[in-house]
Structures are given as C-alpha cells and as structure tokens.
C-alpha cells in the first residue's frame, strides 16, 4: 500500500463549480499535511497547510481527520485558473507526496 | 530576493553517463532536499542536507549521491545512468530542515532525459 494515495483523476470542472478532493495516508505517526499545487511541467508550490481543526483560505478549505487517515482539499467557485495538478503530502521526515489529482477547469 | 534555483534547467545524457546537478537554496536557508518526479508521479525523496551533513536518505541506489557545501548550495551526483533516470529532479530548501511543519520551497527543477 501506497503511504499517500490519492485519485489521479481527471476531474473535469465547469467555472464556478465546487470541486473536492480526498487523500488518504498509512502512517498513523505522520506528523503534518499539505496540499501543493504543481503546474504543468513547473515546481510543485505549496498551496496549504492541512490541521485537525480545518483550515480555510479563500475559496479553498482543508480538513484533517486522523482517525480515518484522511485529508481533503475544497475548492469553491472554481476558477479557470484553479487548473492545476494538486499533491496531497505527508511529513514523515521527510515529505512523501501523492502521485496528484488533475483538476481541469472548463469554461 | 533569489528563489531556489538550480542548473541546467534541461539535460540530455546517454545510457551509463554521469551527470551533476546543481542547487542553490534560498539565502539564509541551511537546508537542501532533492526529489526525483517521474512523469506522472508525485516526487520521490532521495536525499536531505542540513549543515552539510546528510539528514535523509530515500530509498534510492548508491548510483546517487549527494553533498552540501559551505554556502549551502548542493550538487546531485547520478552515476551509470539508466534510461529510467529520466525525470524532473527538484531541489528544495527550508530554513532549518526541522521536522515539524516547515514550508519547503521548490527550485523549477531539472529535466534529465536520458536516451
């Protein structure tokens, strides 16, 4: 079993729609998640940090649950700009990421 | 203020060459770590550096090596390159490769064709 897996997708989005994304890790000691965003052919950028009580940013929320090992990644009102490849990631010293789900923004 | 940046940007090596990557991290960061991204995966960790000594090592072959200077900045050394060495190779660095909640930045990374 994969530590970090995630549905590789693609998720084909309307502009405006909500989109959700879940991510799924083994290691129970995982300290700290993380969702980056990587663009096509560029670096991976962190988008968020990912803690037990939620977290929102914008049109963006995360939750943690640890007792079922599972992160989430929300994504309101989405943009064509939001089209990206999103990493779901683990700290288990060090970093293991997911393989990434692709989010296709259509107009 | 430099991102991480790293050189050269794209390679191209045959099958049992050596190459070197180079990363330099963002100033005043004391940290460098290297992952590898095949096409259509997530980036695979291969080595950490803090203070020029190794942190980390992911489960890579001895093939790949590593080391940190005194600036900080850091060179990936692949030996008897394979055709599967082909990938993107991304630095990263962090202030001081602690392991709870610290933010890693990306270099652009390294395009590694290997024929």
């Known amino acids: 079993r994969k530590e970090v897996e995630q549905d590789p997708g693609p998720f084909n989005v309307p502009e405006g729609a909500t989109v959700a994304f879940n991510c799924t890790y083994s290691?129970?000691?995982?300290?700290?998640f993380f969702w980056y965003r990587q663009d096509c052919r560029k670096e991976p950028k962190l988008l968020m940090s990912?803690?037990?009580s939620g977290n929102e940013d914008g049109r963006f929320t995360a939750q943690l649950n640890r007792a079922s090992q599972y992160i989430s990644l929300l994504i309101r009102d989405s943009k064509l700009s939001d089209s990206a490849t999103y990493l779901c990631?683990?700290?288990?010293?060090?970093?293991?990421f997911g393989k990434g789900t692709r989010l296709s923004v259509i107009a | 203020d430099a991102g991480v940046t790293q050189s050269p940007t794209h390679l191209i090596k045959t099958r049992g060459q050596q190459v070197t990557l180079r990363c330099s991290p963002i100033?005043?960061?004391?940290?460098v770590s290297w992952y590898q991204q095949v096409l259509g995966q997530g980036p695979q960790f291969i080595f950490q550096?803090?203070?020029?000594?190794?942190?980390g090592r992911g489960n890579f072959p001895d093939r790949f090596s590593a080391r940190q200077f005194p600036n900080y900045s850091s060179e990936l050394n692949v030996n008897a390159l394979l055709l599967g060495d082909s990938a993107l190779y991304l630095c990263?660095?962090?202030?001081?490769?602690?392991?709870?909640?610290?933010?890693?930045?990306f270099g652009s990374g390294t395009q590694l064709s290997v024929l």
């Open positions: 990263a660095s962090s202030l001081a490769g602690q392991t709870t909640n610290e933010k890693l930045f």
């Open positions: 290691n129970s000691a995982s300290q700290s």
């Open positions: 990912v803690y037990s």
């Open positions: 990631v683990a700290l288990n010293t060090p970093l293991v």
């Open positions: 100033s005043g960061h004391k940290s």
């Open positions: 550096y803090y203070e020029k000594e190794e942190r």
